[in-house]
């Protein structure tokens, strides 16, 4: 998959939590943000079907799209990137992870601050957040509690936010 320069600054990741707002979303934001679709929830067919349908809409608006699976997935679905472990897009919670993400176009490290998606699970906090970023290969993305506040709090321009975009 071909590394992107400039690295969209914010990007919109896909559940089913979001799926409602999705449309919505990706025309509120900022031209060339970026949108990871991850959709695990729906059966192979329905997914690649939304998947075309949100790829189309985020091109429109000139946003980057990375698919969640393999490489050969997103090329065959005509992704700009792969997301997950090994992929373009590589997650990141621990120094471990961000060694083995040394290859990726950037990496997802999380969870910044409390999140819905683990509630009560321990959050990595500014201090920790800038320490392990400092240690990544790539570009880091901040994904965890996200949104244009927790941003500023956490004094990092690229981020990904899930819930930051119900409304």
């Given at each position: 998959?071909?590394?992107?320069k400039?690295?969209?600054a914010?990007w919109?990741?896909?559940?089913?939590?979001?799926?409602a707002?999705?449309e919505?979303?990706?025309k509120?934001?900022p031209?060339?943000s970026?949108?990871?679709?991850?959709?695990?929830?729906?059966?192979?067919?329905?997914?690649?079907?939304?998947f075309?349908?949100?790829?189309?809409?985020?091109?429109?608006?000139?946003?980057?799209?990375?698919?969640?699976?393999s490489?050969?997935?997103?090329?065959r679905?005509?992704?700009d990137?792969?997301?997950g472990?090994?992929?373009?897009?590589?997650?990141?919670?621990s120094?471990?992870?961000l060694?083995?993400?040394?290859?990726?176009?950037?990496?997802?490290?999380?969870?910044?601050?409390?999140?819905?998606?683990?509630?009560?699970a321990?959050?990595?906090?500014?201090?920790?957040f800038?320490?392990?970023a400092?240690?990544?290969?790539?570009?880091?993305?901040?994904?965890g509690?996200?949104?244009?506040?927790?941003?500023?709090?956490?004094?990092w321009?690229?981020?990904?936010?899930?819930d930051?975009?119900?409304?």
């Amino acid at each position: 998959m071909a590394r992107l320069k400039p690295l969209p600054a914010i990007w919109l990741v896909s559940d089913e939590r979001n799926d409602a707002v999705l449309e919505a979303a990706l025309k509120r934001l900022p031209r060339g943000s970026g949108l990871i679709f991850r959709h695990y929830h729906l059966p192979e067919a329905q997914r690649r079907a939304r998947f075309a349908a949100l790829a189309r809409l985020a091109r429109a608006k000139g946003h980057i799209v990375a698919l969640a699976g393999s490489h050969a997935l997103a090329r065959r679905w005509g992704a700009d990137l792969s997301y997950g472990p090994g992929g373009d897009l590589a997650p990141a919670h621990s120094l471990r992870e961000l060694g083995r993400a040394r290859c990726a176009v950037a990496v997802l490290l999380s969870p910044a601050f409390p999140t819905r998606s683990h509630p009560g699970a321990a959050s990595l906090g500014p201090l920790r957040f800038r320490l392990l970023a400092a240690r990544a290969a790539p570009p880091v993305i901040a994904l965890g509690g996200m949104n244009p506040r927790a941003a500023r709090r956490l004094g990092w321009a690229c981020w990904a936010g899930i819930d930051a975009f119900l409304r």
